[in-house]
C-alpha cells in the first residue's frame, strides 16, 4: 500500500514528480470559522499534468503551483502546500457500495436526493 508523502517540514514545496490521477492534495491554511481560529487547512484532488480540482471562490481547476497564490478571505492565511496522499489511503479500511436514497426527512433537516446533499437549517438555528 503507497504510503504518505509527508512534505510538512518543507515550507512551500510542490512535489518534485507527478503525483497520481485521484491523490488528495493537502495544503495548510488558517482562519476563523464560527468564532474560532485554527488549520482547517484546504485539499484538491489531483487531475494528473500538475492540475487539482477544488473548492476555492468556486470550484476550479488550478496548477498545484498556483494554489498558494490564490487571494485568500479576509482573516485566512495563504494556503501552503503540506503533501498529498493515494486514494486508496485515504478510503483504506472503509467499504465502497451503493449510495441509498432515503426519503426527505421532516423539519428541514437534510437529505441524499439524487446523491446530492440538501441541507436545512442548521442545527443550533443559525
Same mark, same amino acid.
Given at each position: 500500500?503507497?504510503? *504518505? $508523502?509527508?512534505? !510538512?517540514?518543507? !515550507?512551500?514545496?510542490?512535489?518534485?514528480?507527478?503525483?497520481?490521477?485521484?491523490?488528495? $492534495?493537502?495544503?495548510?491554511?488558517? @482562519?476563523?470559522?464560527?468564532? $474560532?481560529?485554527?488549520?482547517?487547512?484546504?485539499?484538491?484532488?489531483?487531475?494528473?499534468?500538475? +492540475? *487539482?480540482?477544488?473548492?476555492?471562490?468556486?470550484?476550479?481547476?488550478?496548477? *498545484?503551483?498556483?494554489?498558494?497564490?490564490?487571494? !485568500?478571505?479576509?482573516?485566512?492565511?495563504?494556503?501552503?502546500?503540506?503533501?498529498?496522499?493515494?486514494?486508496?489511503? *485515504?478510503?483504506?479500511?472503509?467499504?465502497? @457500495?451503493?449510495?441509498?436514497?432515503?426519503?426527505? +426527512?421532516?423539519?428541514?433537516?437534510?437529505?441524499?436526493?439524487? +446523491?446530492?446533499?440538501?441541507?436545512?437549517?442548521?442545527?443550533?438555528?443559525?
Amino acid at each position: 500500500m503507497p504510503m *504518505i $508523502v509527508d512534505m !510538512s517540514g518543507i !515550507s512551500g514545496a510542490i512535489p518534485p514528480v507527478e503525483l497520481p490521477r485521484g491523490a488528495f $492534495v493537502f495544503f495548510d491554511m488558517t @482562519g476563523e470559522l464560527f468564532d $474560532v481560529t485554527t488549520n482547517y487547512g484546504h485539499v484538491g484532488l489531483c487531475l494528473c499534468d500538475g +492540475r *487539482i480540482v477544488h473548492a476555492w471562490d468556486e470550484v476550479r481547476i488550478d496548477d *498545484i503551483r498556483a494554489v498558494e497564490a490564490l487571494e !485568500s478571505a479576509e482573516g485566512w492565511t495563504q494556503p501552503r502546500y503540506t503533501g498529498w496522499a493515494p486514494v486508496e489511503r *485515504i478510503l483504506q479500511g472503509h467499504q465502497i @457500495g451503493q449510495v441509498q436514497h432515503p426519503r426527505p +426527512r421532516p423539519h428541514g433537516r437534510g437529505c441524499l436526493v439524487r +446523491r446530492q446533499w440538501l441541507l436545512g437549517p442548521h442545527p443550533a438555528g443559525t
